[in-house]
């Protein structure tokens, strides 16, 4: 007897089996069926509704990227940088150089007008380089033409740069004798290599400095090193800004007499801060800086050249002349550049004097670093570039007996006992924040070798220290 065949999808019952069908109206009812209590089971329905999962997913994917444009677009309207606040856009251009700022100012009408706002241009530096001869960035010309045109009633802050060559120097004078409507606060003048101004007719470098003396009511600040300055030239500077100057930097100026420079001291009451050669300084100097008129100096450096050996006469400071200075000045920095031949120190360190700072450029005896340590009680930093064969063991142990300021020292090809310099470093203390020395110029003796140095001199500094391999200055 055949068996009845059921319907599609239907199957062979056994005795107790439940009767489940596999699709139809009446699955949505079944445990596992779409709708049910476990959710969608694999189908035709099942497909279906992936391909809603999806759409809704593309949908939502949409809808995020709208908002994500939305919120872009509601961001770059609230920051449009054409309407940023001139005062914003104004500390900005003054970190710009001159040709970036040039380019910037045609973005839009306002970040044109912050570029001819007055403040933009209170300070600016001048780089005149000759591009056949220099690597050095320059300023424009065309630049420059629309500086002076536009805002050199403006500039009060100015510098010049210019390289070795003579038309980088004369391209300064032209733009200093323009400065006619301005009243400058500072003023430098900075030859990056060999000083150029010195290459320029006197006259023509006198004429055009002289314009900016005279219209500058208010100069507090003049660095002129390295040019043909002369005293008619700072007579003019002393008539127009006696009350305001502040600071003077003016070595290697061969035109200037010990005079002139008096005539300064003794007219600028204010003055805090005075650079010039030895040549200039005199008793007469020191004691119109120690009147009682005069305001207490800050800084004076001294700069003590011979370039010819023998040559040169060195006359002698009368130490009555720095204790009146010192007694007026008593937290003067004292600065001392030497470069100098070695029977050329004769006049000097023979009594105390007030200096702070020695450098020596050239060799240097034994003998005259120990008159160094009887000499210069308020020493705070001493380099020494070299000082023959003999070592300097008695002078470093006398300088940190004498010199209870030391805080800095630089020795270069000065050989020092391993034995010496770590009870230098002891007697010195933490208070040297500057030790430099070159390995190759310590002795190992018997207490000490090189490999043992570095472990001393770090315990008694109090930090890690190691010699230095070559000169640091």
Known sequence: MREKRGGRGSAKRGPGAPHVRAAGPAAAAVPGARGGVWGSRPGSRMKRGGRD????????GTTEKSKKLRTTNEHSQTCDWGNLLQDIILQVFKYLPLLDRAHASQVCRNWNQVFHMPDLWRCFEFELNQPATSYLKATHPELIKQIIKRHSNHLQYVSFKVDSSKES?????????????????????ISTARPSFMDLPKSHFISALTVVFVNSKSLSSLKIDDTPVDDPSLKVLVANNSDTLKLLKMSSCPHVSPAGILC?????HGLRELALNYHLLSDELLLALSSEKHVRLEHLRIDVVSENPGQTHFHTIQKSSWDAFIRHS??????????????????FFRYEIPATHLYFGRSVSKDVLGRVGMTCPR??????????????DEELIRIAERCKNLSAIGL???????SAFVEFVKMCGGRLSQLSIMEEVLIPDQKYSLEQIHWEVSKHLGRVWFPDMMPTW
């Not at 008593?330 to 006049?347: A, G, I, Q, R």
């Not at 270069?412 to 391993?418: F, I, T």
């Open 330 to 347: 008593p937290k003067v920095n004292l600065v001392m550049y030497f470069f100098l031949y070695e029977e050329e120190f004769d006049p």
């Open 412 to 418: 270069g090809e000065c050989e020092v006992s391993c």
């Open 53 to 60: 999962s999806d759409r809704n997913s593309s949908e939502e």
């Open 264 to 268: 300064v001291a003794d007219q600028c």
């Open 169 to 189: 120097a004369e391209a300064a004078c032209d733009i200093l004798s323009q400065l006619v409507n301005c009243s400058l606060k500072t003023l430098g003048l």
């Open 379 to 392: 020493l705070v930093e001493l380099v020494v570039c070299a000082n023959g064969l003999r070592p300097l």
